[in-house]
C-alpha cells in the first residue's frame, strides 16, 4: 500500500470518526503529495518522506514560535499535527544506531579532521535520510572528527 493510499484511508476512518484534528492533518499531507504528483521529479518514496519531514519540521517551529509567544493554545494544535504527521515518517534510528552508522561512514570516506566535514555530510546524509534527523547527524559527524 502506497502512502498515497494509506493516506486517503485515513481520511476516511477520521471523516467516519469525526476527528477533525486528524483529518485536518491528513489532508494537509494529500495536499503534499498532489503537488508532488505535478512537481517535475514527481512522486517518489524519497520524495514523499521529504516532503513529510518538511512539514513536521515546520509544524515543531511553529509550535516553538507560539510557545516564545505565550500562545499555547496555537502551538497544541501544532504539535498534535506534527504527530500525526510523524507517524507516518519511518523509524528514527537511536542516538547509538546514528553514531555507529557515522563512525562507518567516517572510516569509508577516510575522513580524519572537521576539514572533512562536508565529504562526510554527503554521504551520511544521502545514507540515513528519512532516519535520522539532519541536526543531529551533524553535531555527531562535527564531534568525531574534532577527536
Sequence with gaps: MTLE???NADIKTAMLAKDSKK?????AIKSAILLLKTSPEGLTPESEIKALQKMVKQRKETADIYISQNRPELA????SQAA?????LPQQMSAEEIKA?????????????PADMGKVMGVATKALAGKADGKVISTLVKELLTK
Excluded at 497544541?76 to 504539535?79: D, I
Excluded at 500525526?84 to 507516518?88: F, H, L
Design 5 to 7: 493510499e494509506k493516506i
Design 23 to 27: 483529518l485536518e492533518s491528513l489532508r
Design 76 to 79: 497544541e494544535v501544532e504539535t
Design 84 to 88: 500525526v504527521m510523524e507517524a507516518y
Design 101 to 113: 552508522a557515522v563512525e562507518k561512514i567516517i572510516t569509508e570516506t577516510g575522513a580524519s579532521s
